[in-house]
């Protein structure tokens, strides 16, 4: 049987770690064969035309090979567009980054959320700081509704009953959206939660969630939060953990 061999492929490096002396292990997400293992022969050598190149937050044409369960690194090349993002950008790409090693399945295709997560990194790139973390709810929400892991917006979970416009919710790992108190900070009108599911099921998502998360970001993170460590069956996520660490020094 002839060993499959793949050209062009768009990608992201989410991840990389060491394999021998000269050679590394990537975690990459491509645009059509989703989280895949690739071995890098050689790229730590100071010769390697691959080693500037295969860093995180890159946009990438790579070529592999192989069948195994972590195929081999062919060509890489560097499509340009952005330097590598540095401060609370850095931190918040490789926040997303950990995101996709948690909760996606290797050699899962994901065309829709690799698309998303290059527009993403764009925003991330641009040092437009303001949008930032709208950009990281929209992707949040995203990821989410992609994995099945996302109930529907315009409806309690447990009832379908239709959301009353005024009344409040909260989005919770177990329940689903479920009606909370007034008093409740974490939580969401009814109005406010229809937006975000309409947004969702635009033709160009990202942007409408970008904009629908930006009028409620102060409600919707906390609540986001909690679901995707209950997801990624951890208390606090090791990126979040070391912007905390680095804040308090």
């Known amino acids: 049987m002839a060993t499959q061999r793949i050209s062009d492929e768009p990608a992201y490096v989410l991840h ?14 491509t645009r ?39 195929r081999t690194l062919k060509a890489a090349e560097w499509q340009g567009g952005h330097v590598m993002p540095t401060g609370d ?11 996709l090693l948690t909760l996606l399945a290797r050699d899962d295709p994901h065309t829709r959320l690799f698309d998303v997560y290059a527009q993403v990194v764009q925003v991330i790139a641009s040092e437009h700081g303001e949008a930032l973390q709208s950009a ?6 995203l990821l989410l509704r992609e994995i099945g892991l996302l109930p529907l917006l315009d409806a309690q979970t447990m009832t379908l009953v239709a959301l009353d416009p005024e009344g409040r ?14 008093a409740d900070r974490a939580s969401l009108s009814g109005r406010q939660w229809v937006a975000l599911q ?27 939060r909690t679901l995707l460590n209950y997801h990624c ?15 308090s020094l």
Not at 38 to 56: N, Y
Not at 136 to 141: G, N, P, Q, S
Not at 173 to 181: I, K
Request: with cysteine.
């Open 16 to 29: 990389r770690y060491d394999w021998s002396e000269s050679s590394l292990i990537l975690e990459v997400f």
């Open 32 to 70: 059509h064969h989703g989280r895949i293992a690739l071995v890098a022969k050689g790229v730590k050598r100071p010769s390697s035309s691959f080693r500037p190149i295969l860093l995180p937050l890159q946009p990438l044409h790579v070529a592999f090979g192989g069948d195994a369960e972590i």
């Open 89 to 99: 950008a850095l931190m918040s790409g490789l926040y997303l980054n950990e995101l």
């Open 136 to 141: 990281l709810r929209a992707f949040e929400l």
């Open 169 to 182: 919710y909260s989005l919770v790992p177990e329940g689903g959206l479920r009606q909370t108190h007034d």
């Open 198 to 224: 309409q947004s969702l099921a635009e033709s160009k998502p990202f942007t409408a969630t970008l904009r629908a998360c930006s009028e409620v970001m102060a409600q919707l993170k906390p609540q986001l």
């Open 233 to 247: 069956g951890v208390t606090t996520l090791r990126t979040r953990q070391m912007m905390i660490d680095l804040q």
